[in-house]
T-cell receptor, first 114, second 108 residues
Framework: DTGVSQDPRHKITKRGQNVTFRCDPISEHNRLYWYRQTLGQGPEFLTY????????KSRLLSDRFSAERPKGSFSTLEIQRTEQGDSAMYLC????????????FGPGTRLTVT | GQSLEQPSEVTAVEGAIVQINCTYQTSGFYGLSWYQQHDGGAPTFLSY????GLEETGRFSSFLSRSDSYGYLLLQELQMKDSASYFCAGSYGQNFVFGPGTRLSVLP
């Protein structure tokens, strides 16, 4: 069990550019979640996958955000036409079937939009 | 909507007991989780309550009262390493809503 990993750990981009983040969950976990966290706030739910199916997407998530989990293993989160307000820590988490309340988080990708 | 409320800060001394409260909105609510996050670290799972009552895990306990839409995390025998942010998180169907977090400072 190597835990949840995320890549890259840090990303600096200019406004208007597209960025893509990757998350590798714990291997036996079929559920995968993406969150966004800003300083001093709790994680904000973005989207959730069960295997390869995206079952829930926050209404707060604009159409510039898209996530995929094509083979039910790793997932990618893409942000198109980044804005300064997208600067945040992007967290990925995974959980076992039926245990969504116990999520294991990765170290996060810190995005800075200049 | 679905939102949770927690105190923003709590301070206690080493060896003491501290309680962090959380209130939540009931519509669609399934259960309440607690997570710890140290500065610069990722949230780590502490405890979960789906039913009323107390769940004990070592020095940490968590309580839920559905009738009061309220829960709390109890930390006993506080240690310096317990200084961190603590989040309650409500399960609402496929959606998980985190509270704003309570920053705990443990003083020597």
């Amino acid at each position: 069990d190597t835990g949840v990993s995320q890549d890259p750990r840090h990303k600096i981009t200019k406004r208007g550019q597209n960025v893509t983040f990757r998350c590798d969950p714990i291997s036996e976990h079929n559920r995968l979640y993406w969150y966004r966290q800003t300083l001093g706030q709790g994680p904000e739910f973005l989207t959730y996958f069960q295997n390869e199916a995206q079952l829930e997407k926050s209404r707060l998530l604009s159409d510039r955000f898209s996530a995929e989990r094509p083979k039910g293993s790793f997932s990618t989160l893409e942000i198109q036409r980044t804005e300064q307000g997208d600067s945040a820590m992007y967290l990925c988490a995974s959980s076992q079937p039926g245990q969504g309340y116990e999520q294991y988080f990765g170290p996060g990708t810190r995005l800075t939009v200049t | 909507g679905q939102s949770l409320e927690q105190p923003s800060e709590v301070t206690a001394v080493e060896g003491a007991i501290v309680q962090i409260n959380c209130t939540y909105q009931t519509s669609g609510f399934y259960g309440l989780s607690w997570y710890q996050q140290h500065d610069g670290g990722a949230p780590t799972f502490l405890s979960y309550n789906a039913l009323d009552g107390l769940e004990e895990t070592g020095r940490f306990s968590s309580f839920l009262s559905r009738s009061d839409s309220y829960g709390y995390l109890l930390l006993q025998e506080l240690q310096m390493k317990d200084s961190a942010s603590y989040f309650c998180a409500g399960s609402y169907g496929q959606n998980f809503v985190f509270g704003p977090g309570t920053r705990l400072s443990v003083l020597p």
